[in-house]
């Protein structure tokens, strides 16, 4: 019998004892492993256990399905084309409650819960914080009972694994699904067909009306592959569902037609490769053909997805109240003319109906504001790949400025501002402003980036639609970055306060008292300690790195990109090393310090990779620098994922999050490092300014240029080389870097870094140098009184449950989505 009930109770869909549990275990490695315990792999060890404990979540996940379904409730569906989703098997245990169960039922059989845990491959199918966010984002709608599906691509291969050869980044595919994965469950037998290219026509439908017909060039499969979502703390199971592609008989028509076997056998190859890999650029779309064929093939199969699921007879009219896609970004937003496609063409609205059910259903969060980032598709490809999508993003154009045309008579200037066409330097579509056309809402990821969004970037879209824009700050689960990554943190907090916060972060600041209690602090201090000690143990095993876990753990990890100025963290690092050099301090005057960088270059961003080169080569001279006393070391370990974060994050006692103000949207990050005891140096850029302001300027190292000032720098005209020349420190670290010092002597090694800093700066490093040394020793001094230092960290941990993505969650339903909880229990 399915019910609905109000309670958000946990509750498993087979009480698991451990004899169950193990029974089923071993169920799995015979059955579906095809191996004895005694001869198994890690790996068999590892996909039995996964697959027990996937199995506990399938009745609540059909319940959940089949109710939400029944009900005809309203439905999130959230489109990404990543998910960061990080190793799954902790999760579904936590959310299963099965910790303590499989722990034991292993340990009877002579195995250990933490060794299998470590074989997990985690699904990078992301490249940062928007793939991130969007797991997170998932996570918090099934923990709050929303009914909801994630859509997206599955990846054959994710972002690369990086490797440095010599201290360069090479790239290598991540074939995270060479040994299968346990998670996901095909559905071959619910493929839907997306189409491509060919052209128009007009024709003449039974009713004698003229319509316009899509005759594709080719078709290609998308087979979904589901993922189970579980909430905490509830029985609900969400779906997020990733497609994949595959080549249907007949993917080229005409080659097909025509008999050439071998041709249609290639072509298949070219169908599959759709759905091949994820491409490695974060924030700088490179305009790639095979990139929009990704887009529109999970968009249209999403889509088609969900329309199949609406009863007989389903009045379109309605399809809000059914559906709200959210845009994760540009990268779905063909589904705007899509969705107008299937009303008029197929379905056979009327265009004006057809415009105000889609424009009902999609919301669009922007997560950036460098131009650079602003997708734009060229008309020709469009047209080629998507030819009836072009006409109809023509005419959605031609009718948005109509409108513009007619509240601002005569502002031809205005027009072409606003169009979704663009003229200049080729005739390409504007995906933002579609997007900003197409939706309803238009949200950014941070006050100050919403705020800038809407006086900035999109100003006109704002002046003309003043209700459509509005700001959803980010967050993070606590379950993955809390719970699951710091237990020994998790711990001490439910001794003192309780269980419950965690769905229920704000209760943290029940823990503003114990900052002040001693006791509590020093247990605050082990706990921290322990995770550095556990960090460098990983380290040392993962990538032979060897650290003193007894140093202030300085932590910058984010995507590589000169915006984000890990030039500015490296410069603060030569300086010191500068400084002793020349006797102006002394080593044994150094708090020790352990640095710790953790980044990926997109393969094609040349500086980024160089200014990984010059981290590396930094390292290596500082690491055996004798000077130094081993108080300063500098450690890079390849290939930041999840996976590493999990257990980084809870080390850090310093939080970089040093982007030139203006230019970050958000950052995840920075919420993670304070919600785990990390004191930020930062500037006010993205969601630290909400940071800044929540925790108290007393325990924030706050420094650097106001957004404002950035603008009035550039406006005067900024010419770095200034500030080199009335430097001395900045001078002597930069003219450090160029002596050869780090690159065996030769002095052009860095040229191609150290020039752009002093002719260009476009990120203005140069200008923030002096305020951030200043913010790093007014770190060292608070680092020297550790009872003070601890005071701050606890108070950032208490007052950061703002930062939890189910309020983020919460906001995105009071303010966009109005889609009702839907709790379910079996
Ligand atoms: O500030 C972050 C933000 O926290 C922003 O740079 C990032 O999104 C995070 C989540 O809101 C982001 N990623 C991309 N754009 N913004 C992006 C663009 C193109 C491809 C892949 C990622």
Not at 40 to 49: E, G, I, N, P
Not at 239 to 251: D, G, I
Not at 586 to 611: C, H, N, Q, S, W
Request: glycine share 6%.
């Amino acid at each position: 019998m399915l019910q609905v009930t109000e309670t958000t109770e946990r509750s498993t869909s087979t009480p698991a004892t451990v004899d169950s549990f193990k029974d089923e275990f071993l169920r799995q490695l015979r059955y579906e492993q095809g191996v004895e315990l005694g001869t198994a792999s890690r790996d068999d060890l590892f996909q039995a256990l996964a697959r027990t404990v996937r199995n506990y979540m399938v009745d609540n996940w059909l319940t959940t399905v089949e109710t939400q379904k029944a009900a005809g409730s309203k439905v999130v569906a959230y489109l990404s084309a990543e998910y960061l989703m990080g190793p799954q098997l902790d999760n579904a245990l936590l959310s299963t409650g099965l910790t303590d169960v499989a722990d034991t039922a292993l340990s009877s059989l002579g195995l250990s819960l933490d060794d299998i845990r470590a074989t997990e491959v985690e699904p990078g199918l992301g490249n940062g914080g928007l793939g991130r966010l969007a797991a997170c984002f998932i996570d918090s709608l099934a923990t709050k009972n929303i009914p909801a599906i994630g859509y997206g691509i599955r990846y054959e291969y994710g972002i690369f694994r990086q490797t440095f050869v010599d201290g360069r980044q090479v790239e290598q595919p991540d074939s995270w699904l060479s040994n299968g994965t346990p998670w996901e469950i095909p559905h071959t037998d619910q493929a839907v067909e997306v189409a491509f290219g060919g052209h128009t026509e007009q024709a003449i439908d039974q009713t004698g009306r003229s319509v316009t017909r899509w005759v594709p060039g080719e078709t290609v499969l998308a087979v979904p592959y589901n993922y189970m979502v579980p909430g905490y703390g509830t029985a609900n199971v969400n779906t997020l569902r990733l497609w994949s592609a595959k080549a249907t008989n007949a993917f080229n028509l005409h080659i097909f037609n025509s008999g050439d076997y071998e041709s249609a056998v290639r072509a298949q190859t070219v169908a599959e490769n759709i759905s091949k890999v994820l491409y490695p650029e974060d924030s700088t779309p490179q305009g790639k053909e095979l990139r929009l064929k990704q887009q529109y093939f999970f968009v249209a199969a999403s889509i088609k997805d969900f329309l199949r699921t609406l009863p007989e007879g389903f009045d379109l009219k309605k399809l809000p109240e059914r559906i709200v896609f959210q845009l994760n970004d540009t990268h779905p937003v063909i589904g705007v003319p899509e969705l107008m496609r299937i009303l008029v063409d197929e379905r056979g609205l009327a265009w004006e109906d057809a415009w105000d059910i889609t424009r009902r259903s999609f919301n669009y969060t922007c997560h950036t504001l460098l131009p650079e980032a602003l997708e734009v598709w060229s008309v020709d490809l469009l047209g080629r790949l998507l030819p009836r999508h072009l006409e109809i993003i023509y005419r959605i154009n031609e009718q948005f400025l109509a409108g513009i045309r007619a509240t601002y008579p005569g502002d031809e200037l205005r027009v072409r501002r606003m169009s979704i066409i663009q003229e200049q330097p080729e005739r390409a579509v504007r995906m933002a402003f579609l997007a900003t056309v197409g939706s309803t809402k238009v949200n950014g990821v941070a006050a100050l980036h919403s705020d800038l969004l809407r006086d900035k970037v999109l100003d006109d879209f704002s002046a003309y639609w003043p209700d459509k824009f509005t700001n959803v700050t980010n967050g993070i689960t606590p379950r993955r970055f809390v719970q699951l990554s710091n237990p020994s943190l998790a711990n001490l907090i439910d001794d003192t306060i309780g269980t419950g916060w965690l769905n229920d972060l704000e209760r943290l600041k029940e823990l503003e008292p114990y900052a002040e209690d001693a006791s509590f602090r020093k247990a605050f201090r082990e706990v921290k300690q322990a995770n550095k000690d556990r960090f460098v143990s990983l380290l040392a095993q993962r990538d032979g790195i060897e650290l003193s876990s007894d140093a202030l753990f300085d932590v910058m990890v984010k995507r590589l990109h000169e915006y984000k100025r890990q030039m500015l963290k490296l410069l603060h690092v030569v300086t010191i090393y500068d400084r002793v050099l020349k006797g102006e301090i002394k080593a044994a005057d150094l708090t020790p310090r352990v640095v710790v960088f953790g980044a990926k270059a997109a393969p094609g961003y040349k500086m980024a990779k160089e200014i990984i080169f010059l981290i590396n080569s930094v390292a290596k001279v500082v690491n055996n620098a004798p000077e130094l006393e081993g108080r300063l070391r500098v450690a890079f370990p390849a290939n930041y994922n999840v996976t590493l974060a999990e257990k980084l994050i809870p080390a850090a006692d310093l939080s970089e999050q040093i982007s030139l103000a203006g230019k970050e949207a958000s950052g995840t990050g920075n919420m993670k490092f304070a919600l785990n005891g990390a004191l930020t140096i930062g500037t006010l850029d993205g969601a630290n300014v909400e940071i800044h302001e929540l925790v108290g300027g007393e325990n924030f190292f706050l420094f650097g240029m106001t957004e404002p000032e950035v603008q009035s720098l550039s406006d005067a005209g900024y010419h770095p080389t200034s500030f080199y020349e009335g430097n001395a420190s900045l001078r002597g670290a930069i003219d450090l870097i160029s002596s050869g010092i780090f690159s065996g002597g030769d002095r052009t090694a860095f040229e191609f870094v150290i020039s752009d800093l002093l002719y260009k700066d476009r990120f203005m490093v140069l200008a923030d140098y002096q305020t951030y040394i200043e913010a790093q020793e007014r770190v060292e001094v608070a680092y020297a009184d550790q009872e003070s230092w601890s005071r701050k960290a606890i108070l950032n941990v208490a007052r950061t449950g703002f930062f939890t993505s189910d309020r983020s969650i919460q906001d995105y339903l009071d303010r966009i989505w109005h889609a009702p909880a839907f709790p379910v229990t079996k």
